[in-house]
């Protein structure tokens, strides 16, 4: 299993721009999760999802959206990216009611000048 | 409103000392406290965890002890080595959501041999 991969790894944006932050998980967890990490305040949630076509958002969801198609995928889109929007961006899953353990993927640098 | 408090932002120990690392919160329908590690350039991987109603877990040369009147919790390392050296981050549900995880600001720790 290659558990939660991230595409992709790095990328630079432009203010005003817009992109797709990828996310995938072959360990068929119901639960996906995108947080965003800032230096000095640890992980942020920004949306997650119960299941296939099932979004809500978390603690700071403006400025993104997202969607959950299928169990293994969960996109998060920026839209007019913002230099606050400057981040690592971190997409987990877990298996779902009951268990708790999240599991990471490798992350994506984003930043935005 | 930062729901976990962690301190201390940064800890310097030398090889064979103990690594202590506290966190606070304040919402008491948390139940579940975990510790996530995190090494440069990766995602957070959980290390250990406890629910509220036993005092101490401990795995290996990691043990936390957990306080549910002081609703505090902490993350003691025995005997560190320098492979401990990595951001530690405590967290907390409460089965809102997708058995959403709040999390604290991290502490670096670095082993010095």
């Known amino acids: 299993n290659a558990g939660v991969t991230q595409t992709p790894k790095f990328r630079i944006l432009k203010i005003g721009q817009s992109m797709t932050l990828q996310c995938t998980q072959d360990?068929?967890?119901?639960?996906m999760y995108w947080y965003r990490q800032d230096p000095g305040m640890g992980l942020k949630l920004i949306y997650y999802s119960v299941g296939a076509g099932i979004t809500d958002k978390g603690e700071v969801p403006n400025g993104y959206n997202v969607s959950r198609s299928t169990t293994e995928d969960f996109p998060l889109r920026l839209e007019l990216a913002a230099p606050s929007q400057t981040s690592v961006y971190f997409c987990?899953?877990?298996?779902?009611?009951?268990?708790?353990?999240?599991?990471f993927g490798p992350g994506t640098r984003l930043t935005v000048t | 409103q930062q729901q976990v408090k962690q301190s201390p932002q940064s800890l310097i120990v030398q090889k064979g000392g103990i690594s202590i690392i506290n966190c606070a919160y304040e919402?008491?329908?948390?139940?579940?406290f975990p510790w996530y590690q995190q090494f440069p350039g990766k995602g957070p991987a959980l290390l250990i965890a406890?629910?509220?109603?036993?005092s101490e877990k401990k795995e290996g040369r990691f043990t936390i002890s957990f306080n549910k009147s002081a609703k505090q919790f902490s993350l003691h390392i025995m005997d560190s080595q320098p492979g401990d050296s990595a951001t530690y981050f405590c967290a907390a549900s409460g089965q809102t959501g997708a058995n959403n995880l709040f999390f604290g600001t991290g502490t670096r720790l670095t082993v010095i041999p």
């Open positions: 987990a899953s877990s298996y779902g009611t009951g268990v708790y353990e999240q599991y």
């Open positions: 919402n008491t329908a948390f139940d579940y």
């Open positions: 360990m068929n967890h119901n639960y």
């Open positions: 406890i629910r509220p109603d036993v």
